[in-house]
Structures are given as C-alpha cells and as structure tokens.
C-alpha cells in the first residue's frame, strides 16, 4: 500500500496516522506523570513557591491540581514577573531611580513592558491560552512596511529611512539574477542536471522578479511611487525604482541589528499571537485560579534545607515570617538568588554568580495620533536602527483608533545599559531624538512616555538568562537537579530562555519531577 | 544644509517636510474637486445610482455630502455584492441550481465569500472604515507554518504535506550556497568589488543560514523533530533535516499554485488587515448612511438616454418601475450589463461581452474542532496544493474557539468553473476527499459547509474583470469616459480590479467627474 493509498482511504486510524507521522503523539503540553504513581500521591504535601511569575504559579496551578497544598511568595504585589503590561496608573521605581514612574496613558493604551510575543509553535503557552480563557489575537512581527534606518553611515542609503520590503526585494531580485547568471555558466561546480538548472532558473525569475533576459530591473513589489499608484481610470501605476546592488552592499544594512528576524529566527517566524488587551492576561488568568495562594509583598530572604524539608524566611511588612514546606521550588530569577541567605549547593551559588543576564529595556511612547498608520501605512511591525533605540514597535491592536502608544526603544546589551543609566526624562529625550529622524511627525504629536530597563527593576534584575556554550555547560546542570528538596523554575532552567514557554515546561518538568519523586516514596 | 542636518533640526515644517518626501503630499484619501467648484453646485440635483456594492453606495455617499439626491437600485435583498460574509442563516440560489443553500454555521462563525482582504497600502479602503467606524484587525496572509501539497506528482516530496516553511528555508539555502559558491570563483562576469563580494557572502550566509564552509546543511529555521522540540532540562531540540535540492527542484513545487505570494504580489505582503466580525462591517457601515436612499429588490431591467439625462426602469415585485435623473452611475458588473436593455454606446456594450470575468468559488466547512490549531499550530494563513481545492484558508479571527470555519477551498478559471458545474453535495464531498491529504481530521470533524461558485451567484455573474494588455487596450477607455449622462464605476473600471480599493476609488473617480462637470455648467 502507498503512502497515497493510505491517505486516500480516508477511514485512517489514529494509530495508524500516528504512524505515518501526520498526527502529534500524545501533545506536549499533558503532563508525563509517572505510570506508577497515583495522583493522590501529592495529597496535602507543602510546597513553597518562590515567585509568582508564569514558572511559579504554574507550578502551583499544576501541583494544585494533584492535591499539593502550595503556598506562593511574591516580592510584588503583582503578579507575573517580567510579564508586565504597561497601561495608565502603572507605577515602578527602578534601582537607583529616585522619584519612580506612573504611567499617564489613556485608558485603553498600553504596552509589553516585557514578554510581548507568543509563537505558534509554543504550544504549552497556547495550552494555558486554551485553558485558561485568555483570548489571543496575532500578533505583527513581520511587517515588511516597516522602516530600517542606517544612522552614520556613508553612501546613498545611509540616514534615511527605506522601507524593509524595498531592501528585499532588491537583495531578492540581484541575489536571483546573479545565481541565474552564474547557472548559465559551466563553471559553477555543481550536480544539478540540465533540467534541473532550468527548473532553479524558474524558481529564481519568481523570486527575484526577474526580466525575460533575467535581469533585475526593480518590482512593484517594492512599492509604487507616492503620487503614482494604482487607481480608477488612467492609473495603471507606476513602481518605484531598485536601489544599487553596491549601494545596497555598503549601506550598513548586513549588521545584525537589520536582520531579517522573521526569516532567520524559528521563535520570531509568522505566525505570532498575543493576549487580546495586554500580556498580564495570562499570569491573571493564572493568579484567579491561585486564590489564597500568594502572598504578596513577600521579599524571601532565606532559604534554608532542614531534616525533612525546607524553611523559608520573607519579609512582610517589614517584619520576617518563617514558613516550611516539604519542598521548595524556587523560580527567582538567577540576579536574585545572589542576595538571598541560604544553604544552597555551591555549584548553584555560583551559577547565580555567573550566568549572564541580558540588559534590556523599552520605552512606550504615547502619540496623539497614529501617524505610522495614517501616513506611514504601518499596521504593527517593527523598523530597525543602528541607533540606540534600536527597534520601534508599532501596536499590533487598536488599529485605527485615535491615539496609540509605541515601543520607542527596545534595546540589549551595551546599549540598554547606557539607556537605562540615564535619567526617565533623559531616556524619553532620547527615544524622540532618535525616533525623529525615522518620524518626523514624532515632535507634533508627543504626548508622554514610560520607560523600563529590566536589569534595574527590582526583583527581575535583567532581561533573561543567556547562556552561551561554556555557561550552559558549566552552570546550567546545576539548576536542572533538585538541590535537596529545592527544585528550580523559570526560563533560565530551559533551552527556551526569554519565552514564557520557557517558564511553562520548566513548570511541568519540575512538576512531574517532584510528583515522581513523591511516588518513590509512597512506594517504599 | 545636508538632508541629515535637517532632519537633526526638529523645527522641520510641514512644507519642508514635504519637500523631502518624507510625508505625504495630500492624503489619497481626499476627493479632488475643482478649485472653481462650489460644494452646492450638487445641490437637489438627481442621480440614479445602479447597485449597492461598496463603489456605488460609496458614489452615492459621498454625491450626497455635496448635496446630491441620490437613488441606489440594488436588485438583491442585501447590500454589499461581492463583499459578502457568509454566516448561520445566509441564503443564496446560484444560477442553474435548483434547491438553494441555507448555512448552517453556528453563531460567531463565518468566512468572507468575497473580498476577504485589505492590503496595508490600500488607504482609500482603510480610509473608509476609519471614517465608519469599522475595526479592523490582522488577516494571516503569509503563515509559515501552513502546508503545500503536490498531488500526484513523483519523488519523495510529492502526495505528502510540508510546511511552507520547510520549502522556504531550503530553497533559501541552497540559493546561497550556490551564490556563494559562484562567487568564489573568478567565472562571474561582475562588477563587485572584492568588499562588496565579501559583504554579500555574509548575507548570503545568514539569509541561507550557512554553515562556517558556506554550505547549506539544514537550519532550525525549518523546524524540530515533531517529539524533539526544545524544552526544560536536558532538551535543547533536534532540528530537522533539509530536504534534497534536487529533491526540491523536481517536486513540482515551481507551480504558480505554489508561488510565496507575500513575496510575490504587492498586494499580497504583510501586512493585511480585515474588520472585526466580518468583511460585511464596511457595506453594512455604508448603507447605515443611505438610509431611505437605497431600494432593495429592485432589478435594473432598462437603463436609457434621455434628452436630460437618464430614465432607468426597474422589476419591483414583479412590476415595472420608472425613475428619471440627471446622472446614471451605473456599478454593475459587466456580466450584468449584457442583459440590460440599454443605449448604452456600442464600445461599452462590447466591453460588457469580451472584458472576460474570473470563474472562482470557495467552500466554507465548519469542524467541530480547530484541529489545525491545536494540532497543526496553524493560527491564520493559507495552505496551497495543485488539487481542485487549490488553497486552503483558516480563519484569522476566534483563535483558540471551539469550533471553526475554513475555507476548504479556494479556486480559480477552469478549477473553478468545473467545480462550480458540480451539485452542492458534490462540492462538499470533493472538498473533503481532497482536504483529508492535507488534514486526516477531517472526516472526524466536519460537520457542514457552504459553498459558492461567483460566476453562477446571481447579480455578480463572475469573481472580477480579468484584464490583459489586448482587453486592457480595447475596451478599458470606453469604461472610464462618461456614456452621454451615464458614468462607470466598480472595480472593472480601475488598475485596481478584484480589490475594494478599486470599488472605492471608482467612487471617488466618478463623483470628481460629476461635480466636475456640473460645475462646468453652473458656470455657463
């Protein structure tokens, strides 16, 4: 039987789709507990959650579920971590920062201070979507009318804005025809056959736009001139001209700061969603089902491994309260284990120490009107910039309303440090400077701002964990075991850092982890 | 003064601003009316407007804001036309067909029938719904993660579904690989500097994803092994492994079927945006403003010249009735026109037989479960394949539901014009024998559909007008000049054809031209 055979004899078993490959096994987001053990195995047994960000409440969530009794210590008084929507009212003052922030957006208006983006792909987060209610929408990272800006640069195509569509079609089109020419040649060393080659010809004419002598001589794909589009009666349009291939080559833009995100990272690819009305959504969505579990404004500091478990110190009020538990899963960013007391492995201790975190910040800048879609015909997306700024981020939701705020800066490393040691007003100075020369309708429509830099606000200390090969090797081991009845959660126990998918299958591993241990237990 | 010291200088006017394009000059959007007009020159003056689609109810809209007294004759019982959402209750007979269909979709579920798109650069429709207040939010045009499908071809990539994503990434490879290839040898006949060569390698590298000896060996940008994605703990994920080049190239995959049309067709890129709830918001929004203006069941069976403009006769519950103006815009279809009792110019009557008209269909079919997210992690975006069903749409709107609707197919010329030949039931059957290749869930899931062939929809009579040069040179012109008082407006009538855009900016087109002329008059 065939492979068509099968298909089209439509009365397919699930087994035997499985089989073929066409369906997913069991889906990854059902927790892998342990044949042997029984769900009741976890009946009122303590747990101690560090942190209610997405890791430590859905630890608690899931825990709960199997009759765990778990308590969740907070630092904030919010909820959800580096999951944190922006809207009017929000307040923070960051480490170092002496008058704090309040947020003056209008009603309706907000940001991602942080996680900002779910990919398809990341079915555990989708999962709790599902699961809990929380109702999505796409989300546009991929918006090829954004801008990309080449700021002191030389030549033609530096310091002003293009369009990304225009630099790609063009690399597109002169990539294609520089292949299409090499093809026609016999010295491309090479095991295509004949037709072969002229099936690629084919592919590359489409892709590039090519000419009947195969040349590029510019698309409409890039666009059309602003005057001269397409209309009613005599306008059949008339498209923009092709920028030069060595102009192209010396403008700047092969910097990674220009990259196509969208083709070049699997996370960043179409499609993308995102909570309707704000990232927080999700960690509410979880809060609710965690009513009397978390404890706010609870700073833990002490941790401490005893005969049968484990002891927590927090401040509260300012005064400390000690709580015990049989285990401890502790999901506190890495930044912030370095400050607390506790009887931690060394191997720990020290990847608290030297597991890099990223410094990264954003600034949301409120506009009275939404001139990147009424002038500039951009609907959510991102330009890019060699600048500080780095990235601007056009909402994705209230399309067409009156006013919007965007993402003036979103920035790392050296960057983000030198932004987020200025002053708010400083930054916001900035990110309208810069954000000038891509917009200039910036200075007339300002209305007010709200800027974070993640590795000064408290309690988070940085953006994520990024390891390179030596880290994940030396200190990432180290946070994937259970250190006595302490397990660790979070983004930076997974090869799935800065994502909340990240936090969620840490969540699960280390539920299933101490639910399998549990069992060994009753078993004795 | 450099363009760069200017833009440092934010005291840049609006007049400046414009001299360095870096604004719009006036928006599309604005109607051109003479500068020697008066808006009351319109004033009491009598339009008959023929059909209530978007390009005559928005000619009739805007005619009355300059004081006009328009009629629009609309021979169906909705307004709209092609712009048409198909949901729980909608009704149609098709020509030739006997029994009529009612659809059965469950309240929230819908697809649009017709138009279904809005182009991020098409500013005279996103105009419109910012003017009516109608939402918009994001159509997937271009999701990576849907699938083609080559049916009965040969090799190991035909009769089996692939992601988008997996071609796209490959194919991408390997272009660079061999681009890179050739560059390396003295063989290009060239114009690249040795820098420029060096530049460009390092894009391909990275548009490619390029190993160190610049060699395509895969890439996680085409995905994880289905059971190996990255995770928590020991999980850092296996990628999958590339097709063949060869492979590729003789899959059959060069197909215009299977073309990347967001790269392809301006009209096509991201971003793409549709109105919440349906694309019937914008016509339905429309129609709100002619309340009283617009008569429903009224089939336009004589359009005459008279010594003063025009008398038009229409089929009202099965009797004739006569109305007089002073001005016809007439919005039919050309399809339609050929029946029409008329004095309408030979060139015109010539254009309405031989501008030819697509024959396109799409089928909607409700699932019990949104199988192709939950267990395809497609959100939105179009799967293609060389089958009679041709694409495949999944809705952009009620991610995560219960239920869905897709649109199972999507068809064009003689695909359609076959399957529109078929019985209701056997559409159905046809668009489920050849979707469960792509999807195995379908028998499972399914539960009813409604379909619809445009050339056998009543009162359409086809999907667009399909111009090449010859036509476009023939009988375009007598289309977009006034017949005696009787002016043409649709998107037949534009470069625009098959888009809102070109419904709309017929509008604006014909009511320039009308007040144009009346001013002319007035001045007499």
Known sequence: MTRRDFINSTSASYASLLAWGMLQPAPATTLNLPANGRREDGKGRKVLVLGAGLAGMA?????????????????????????????????????GESNGQTSSFEEGL??????????????????????????????????????????????????????IKEYHNDMRGYT??????????????????????????????????????????????RGYKTKDHPGAGHKPGNMTDPFGLTDLLRSGFMQPVFYNVGDYIYEQQTTLLQPVGGMDAIPKALEKKLTGKII??????????????????????????????????????????????????????????????????????????RFWEEDDWIYGGISRTNMDINQIWYPSYGFQGKKGVLI?????????????AMSIAEREKMALAQGVKIHPQYPTEFEN?????????????????????????????????????IYFAGEHTTYLTAWMAGAFTSAHRTVEAIHARVGEYTKK
């Open 110 to 163: 907000y940001f991602n201070g942080g996680a900002a983006r779910i990919p398809h792909h990341h079915q555990l987060t989708l999962h709790y979507c599902r699961e809990l209610g929380v109702p999505l929408q796409m989300f546009n990272g991929n918006n090829e009318a954004g801008y990309l800006y080449n700021d002191g640069g030389t030549g033609d195509l530096a310091n002003r804005r293009l369009r």
């Open 408 to 420: 003036g800066y979103y920035n790392f490393y050296s960057r983000a440090e030198a932004v987020g």
């Open 176 to 221: 294609a025809e520089l292949l299409a020419k090499a093809l026609d040649q016999p010295g491309l060393d090479q095991q295509l056959t004949k037709e072969d080659i002229e099936k690629l010809v084919d592919f590359l004419k489409n892709e590039g736009d090519l000419n009947t002598a195969h040349l590029y001589k510019g698309t409409n794909r």
């Open 449 to 485: 701002s709200f800027s974070l830099a993640w590795h000064r606000v408290p309690y988070s200390g940085g953006g994520w964990a990024t390891y390179d090969d030596a880290t994940r090797k030396k200190y990432y081991p180290s946070l994937i075991e259970a250190d006595g009845n």
């Open 59 to 95: 630890t608690a969530y899931e825990l709960g579920k199997l009759g765990y009794d778990c308590t969740v210590l907070e630092a904030r008084s919010r909820s959800g971590g580096r999951v944190w929507t922006i809207r009017g009212g929000t307040k923070e003052t960051e480490i």
């Open 296 to 369: 706010f404004n609870a700073t833990v500091s002490e941790l401490r491994k005893t005969e049968n478990g484990v002891r927590v110190v927090y401040q509260k009020d300012g005064k400390p309260v000690e709580v015990t538990g049989e285990f401890c899963v502790c999901t506190l960013p890495l930044p912030m284990l370095k400050n607390l007391e506790s009887d931690l492995s060394g191997t720990v201790k020290r990847a608290a120490d030297f597991v890099p975190y990223i410094k990264t910040g954003k600034i949301g800048l409120q506009f009275k009107r």
